[in-house]
């Protein structure tokens, strides 16, 4: 009996030598489809599982070197059995992992040979720095490019500064405003303005031309018009002259000069037939007025 149960020991002892157990954190699986060049589906012993390659980032469908690099990964994997060393779950509830084949880190070539990109923002792995700065010397893959667009701008594109839209042009209309007390106006100039004042200007002797209505008016009035140097116009009797009033009723003045004596004044006819009706004598003086008086005998 004791021999027999030594026996068992040694069977047991022999088959725990070959069968290889995983870590807790490892998972042996079957890669059974590229769904891009960063994710995958394994199927486990007890299930099926979207793996999400951790710490890279592969080009999207429709970029450039997307579908080259999907194929890559296809090519590397698919029907292949590998060990998943997982880290987790992301926010989608996919498993992150780093994927060996045959011991070799299938994240790290995926990045060596410029099909995928170090995700930085996730990842500090200096392995994948390193591998990424030599792939882009090296220029690989899609590192061909000069710029090629990271798959996280492609996703989700900086946003464009915004543009005003351009302002709308208003015409004002342009209001006169009314004339004020402060506002220059135009004055038509006013007719002269008849009275008597000093330092005045003849307008036969002056610099003003008379014109042909004040020229007829001073004849029909016997009246001549004086033009003043501020503009401004009176009117005096002319020297000799008399207004049709004068001629009917002559005024009395001092210091005479008689119309029959030395004059310069020519007596009208009107006036010598009123001197022979009345009997009278008109008196001319000098500053241009009028007296009547009793004529004189003739001797």
Known sequence: ?????????????????????????????????????????????????????????????????????????????????????????????????????????????????????????????????????????????????????????FRHPPAKPAIAPPEKTVAVPVVTPPATANSLVTVPKAEPIVKASASATNSKSGSFKESEAEKAYEKANGVEVVHRKDGSTYERRQAGSSSPAEKAKPSSSSAPTSSKGKSSYKESAAEKAYEKATGKEVVHKKDGTTYERKARSKK
């Open 1 to 153: 009996m004791r021999r027999t149960l030594n026996v068992c020991c040694c069977i047991f002892a022999m088959a725990g030598a070959t069968v290889r157990e995983a870590p807790a954190s490892e998972v042996i699986a079957k890669i059974v489809v590229a769904i891009d060049g960063d994710t995958v589906v394994a199927k486990t012993s007890s299930s099926t599982i979207t793996v999400r390659l951790e710490g890279i980032d592969a080009p999207e469908k429709g970029q450039p070197s997307g579908p080259e690099s999907r194929e890559a990964l296809r090519s590397l994997l698919v029907n292949k059995q590998v060990v998943l060393k997982t880290s987790g779950t992301d926010k989608y509830g996919r498993t992150l992992a780093t994927i060996l084949l045959d011991g070799n880190n299938i994240n790290l070539k995926m990045v060596s040979d410029g099909l995928a990109w170090h995700y930085k923002q996730y990842s500090k792995d200096e392995d994948l720095a390193k591998a990424e700065a030599e792939a882009r010397t090296g220029e690989k893959g899609l590192w061909v490019e000069k710029n090629p667009t990271a798959p996280w701008d």
